[in-house]
């Protein structure tokens, strides 16, 4: 069964830090860019940040750019988002995505 499953969002206060983290199983990872898109709260999908099949190229959004870092180990067919200095407004769901595959999200929640 083809299959993401992020994990590591949580509650956390605002200047806090939070790694998420998206375990895929299923497919070839190593051969699919892989990204990170969060839904606010009555919002739309929002792409934070993507990187290449074998890492080396990655993107941000640019609210993301410099707090937040993404990387990925193929050996674990892990992926990973690493978030600093987070803020009230990243407050979402965030959703791994391999094509036209999709996690479940994992909630994070950015609030004193």
């Known amino acids: 069964e083809v299959q993401l499953v992020e994990s590591g969002g949580g509650l956390v206060q605002p200047g806090g830090s939070l790694r998420l983290s998206c375990a895929a199983s299923?497919?070839?990872?190593?051969?699919?860019?892989m990204s990170w898109v969060r839904q606010a709260p009555g919002k739309g999908l929002e792409w934070v940040s993507s990187v290449t099949d074998e890492g080396g190229n990655t993107a941000y959004e640019d609210s993301a750019e410099g707090r937040f870092t993404i990387s990925r180990d193929n050996a674990k067919n892990t992926v990973y988002l690493q978030m600093n200095s987070l803020k009230p407004e990243d407050t979402a769901v965030y959703y791994c995505?391999?094509?036209?595959?999709w996690g479940q999200g994992t909630m994070v929640t950015v609030s004193s």
């Open positions: 299923g497919f070839i990872f190593k051969r699919y860019a």
């Open positions: 995505n391999a094509g036209p595959v």
